[in-house]
């Protein structure tokens, strides 16, 4: 109904059907004649198959969704990340007194397990071999004052 025909005494009656007392007092132009168009209107027919992809409207659709879990489950087991935390959970499944903070213990065994680079592998060979060296230079030093002194 349109907004001459309303009052406070007389309110616009639901967008269901409209009825013959409505159609009666709206004037053809307003909004109430349009509204009773639009729903006479008969469907659309659909449109043909475009060259563009479809937009999808709602990002949570199932296929999509589906794909990129796929992939970042894929990208997850590749990476290593899946057999830590699995690792990482079993620890802490089979330890026989839990601790008080679960999170801190992940992260302490997280830092643990994590894949270390071949460089930091090698370091604690090479400072063993620095202490050799060192011990050797420390006694080669101990000779040479000795013989200085004589």
Request: with cysteine; charged share 25%.
């Amino acid at each position: 109904m349109c907004g001459a025909a309303t009052s406070p005494r007389n309110p616009p009656p639901s967008l269901g059907p409209p009825s013959s007392t409505a159609e009666s007092r709206c004037p053809a132009g307003c909004l109430c004649a349009l509204l009773r168009q639009a729903r006479a209107k008969p469907a659309r027919r659909p449109r043909a198959a475009s060259p563009r992809p479809a937009l999808t409207l709602f990002p949570s659709f199932p296929q999509a969704t589906e794909s990129k879990r796929e992939q970042f489950r894929r990208y997850l087991e590749k990476s290593g990340v899946l057999d830590t935390l699995t690792k990482v959970l079993v620890a802490l499944y089979e330890e026989p007194e839990k601790p008080n903070n679960a999170l801190d213990f992940l992260k302490h065994h997280i830092g643990a397990a994590a894949p270390e680079n071949p460089e930091i592998e090698a370091l604690p060979l090479e400072v063993a071999e620095m202490k050799e060296k060192y011990e050797a230079v420390l006694e080669e030093n101990k000779k040479l004052k000795a013989k200085v002194n004589i």
